[in-house]
């Protein structure tokens, strides 16, 4: 029969200690992201002061509830008309060095199909990422028919969505040493698409943007924006 000496259950207990504190597991902390707008603290039917809104009697931009959620407010791009745009561009507040991630729910909808055979209502519509004035990549709706997808600017599809319906999106810019970027999409945290760019700027703004063709509506909530 084993016998414990003296002091043994005090020696086995701070062994088990030991053991445990060796063997946890630490929480990942939530990194903090450098700007962030969840909307929340701006009036229904305005905008918050960190947007440059141009409508140009084309439609609206401001701050509704939720569709999904009246307890919840987002950012609406109303856009009503088949000739022109609305549009809402966010200037980042430091330049970023290395990587820049941004994060946002968007959701796509319309009241009515298009009137050339339903064809790309949503596409051109969504997020563009730019320097200056020139656009470098963007997120966008596409539909065509029954199909409705998220894609990258070149209409490349991200990921099959509907109508009405939120989604998770992430954009990753890594900028190298030699001038190149990859940029990878991200959809409801699955990665979804990897391309590279070559002589890129650097992503400055940020422009929420509909098609200047078609009529659509553009919901974007919880914005985030990370620099390293």
Known sequence: MLRLRKGGPLLLSLLLLLTLACLKVEEKEEPIPLWAEDFESTPLGEVPGDFQVVAGGYGSVSVVSDPSNPNNKVLLLDDTSLEGRV???FEFPLEVTRTLTVEFRVLFDREEPYAWNNCHCCAYTG????S????IVGVMGDETGTRVSIANWDREKLMDTQLGQW???KV???YSD????????YVNGVLAFTEDKSAANKVDNIRLVTSNTRTCRVYVDDLRLFID
């Open 87 to 89: 549009e809402a561009t």
């Open 178 to 185: 030699g001038g190149s970027t990859t940029i990878q999409y």
């Open 132 to 135: 200056g004035n020139s656009r």
């Open 127 to 130: 997020m563009e990422f730019r």
């Open 172 to 174: 990753v810019f890594t």
């Open 167 to 169: 989604e998770k999106v």
